[in-house]
């Protein structure tokens, strides 16, 4: 099998981290993206694969190193976009900043890196996308829902770009993890600064939910990895990929909620056509 670029963000922790490990245990060219000079090296001292320090919301970076990297490598054959974090709070919680800091992260940096990497795999006409998005992704809930909104963005935006760009060899693939057991509800989770006890009053705390998560999700990281990576090398057989028990069940939940809805709704709907 012919050795693959990858461009991995987040490596420092996480599923990231796991996909860069088991990538680079291949025999494939790894390179990360951290936050941190710490990082970097860590990840460098303990995986063979190569890390760049950069904050993914200054996206005028962003082109630069694609350009560094498919000068140096050659090309670019997979890119991961999986940085990102899980921001909770009742919607009237949030300040427009806390928003717009999770769509800088989570949407608007995913969309300059594929802008960036598909020049260079529309030459090759070869190439891999895979996008995070996440359970949250297809039905959100309470305490979740800019969190949801972000990565129902990169649902549609992923919808489109796979057709845009299959008629020149590319492939994207997209990820729906369930709950994963890793740092996600642990130090990398956010919320909004403010809170409304008259939510907590009524609804359950998702800030303690969230908390009580940690450590105990169901999901194993390794196994996510294992599953990406095996989707990439065989060409991507399908275009979502739901990861955990969870994921299926939302999926599942969500077509029950979609045919309830045709089923109420298919005639007054069509009586609105000319």
């Known amino acids: 099998m012919k050795q693959k670029v990858w461009l991995i963000t987040g490596v420092s922790k996480g599923l990231g981290r796991e996909i860069a490990k088991q990538a680079a245990e291949t025999g494939d060219i790894v390179i990360g993206t951290v936050r941190r000079e710490k990082d970097k090296t860590e990840f460098e001292n303990s995986i063979n694969a190569k890390a760049f320090v950069i904050d993914l919301t200054d996206t005028k970076q962003i082109p630069s190193l694609v350009n560094s990297i498919a000068k140096q490598y050659g090309t670019i054959d997979v890119l991961v976009n999986n940085a990102g974090f899980g921001l909770f709070g009742m919607i009237e919680e949030f300040k427009e900043d806390e928003i717009i800091d999770q769509f800088n992260v989570n949407f608007i940096s995913v969309w300059k890196l594929c802008k960036s990497v598909l020049p260079y795999m529309r030459e090759k006409r070869q190439g891999t996308i895979v996008q995070l998005s996440s359970r949250v992704g297809i039905a959100a809930g309470i305490g979740n829902g800019i969190y949801a909104a972000s990565k129902f963005a990169i649902e549609g935006m992923s919808e489109a770009l796979k057709l845009e760009v299959e008629p020149f060899g590319i492939k994207v693939l997209l990820v729906e993890p369930g709950a994963l057991r890793t740092d996600f509800f642990g130090a990398s989770v956010k919320y909004a600064e403010n809170e409304l ?65 045709i089923e109420v709704s298919e005639a007054i709907a069509k009586s609105i056509d000319y």
Do not use: H
């Not at 998702?206 to 999901?219: A, M």
């Not at 194993?220 to 275009?239: C, H, L, Q, R």
């Open 197 to 261: 006890a008259v939510y907590t009053e009524r609804l359950n705390n998702v800030r303690e939910n969230t908390k009580s998560i940690n450590g105990r999700q169901p999901g194993d990281p390794m196994k996510a990895a294992e599953a990406i990576i095996s989707a990439v090398n065989t060409g991507n057989p399908v275009f979502r990929l739901p990861l955990t028990s969870g994921t299926i069940e939302t999926l599942k939940t969500k077509i029950t909620e979609f045919q309830s809805c």
